[in-house]
C-alpha cells in the first residue's frame, strides 16, 4: 500500500467510499433503477469517480453496455443547472438521463465512489455525497 493509497494527505492520492445499501437500507438490486445526485463542488484537486462492483465476482459489473464507472474527467457528463450531477443505476437506461451505468437483473452490486486528490471539505465532512436514491417500486 503506498502513502497514496492511505488517503490523509490534502490534495493526494485517492480516498474510497462504498456502499451496499440504497438510502432506504435495502441491498442495491440490479434489476431496480436508482439516481445518486452528487453534489457540485466534488472536493477533489483531480477527479472523482463511481464505480459499480458485482457481489459474487467482486469485479467490475460486466454488462453489454461495457464500462461499469463514470467519472467527472469523462467529457460526456452532463451537469444540473446548479452544477450537479445526477448518476443513474438501472438495467435500461431512464427516458432523460444522461448519465447512466447498466446494471443486471437477479445480480447484486456495490460501488466504490473515489475522490482523487482528496481536499479538506471532504476531511472536515462538510461536502456529504448523497445516498444512492430508489427510483422504482421493486419488480419494475
Not at 438490486?29 to 457540485?40: F, L, N, S
Not at 461495457?66 to 467527472?72: E, F, I, K
Not at 451537469?79 to 447484486?108: E, R
Amino acid at each position: 500500500m503506498s502513502v497514496g493509497m492511505q488517503g490523509r494527505v490534502l490534495g493526494f492520492g485517492q480516498v474510497y467510499l462504498e456502499t451496499s445499501k440504497d438510502s432506504r437500507g435495502q441491498w442495491l438490486d440490479g434489476g431496480r433503477t436508482y439516481r445518486m445526485r452528487v453534489p457540485a463542488g466534488a472536493p477533489v484537486k483531480q477527479f472523482w469517480s463511481i464505480t459499480l462492483y458485482d457481489n459474487l465476482s467482486r469485479g467490475p459489473v460486466i454488462t453489454p453496455q461495457g464500462g461499469a464507472d463514470l467519472s467527472s474527467r469523462k467529457p460526456e457528463l452532463v451537469s444540473n443547472a446548479d452544477g450537479s450531477v445526477d448518476v443513474f443505476f438501472g438495467p435500461v437506461k431512464p427516458a432523460g438521463a444522461s448519465n447512466w451505468i447498466q446494471t443486471l437483473p437477479g445480480k447484486g452490486w456495490f460501488a466504490y465512489f473515489r475522490f482523487y486528490g482528496p481536499t479538506e471539505p471532504y476531511f472536515a465532512k462538510s461536502w456529504q455525497l448523497n445516498d444512492i436514491e430508489p427510483l422504482a417500486p421493486a419488480g419494475r
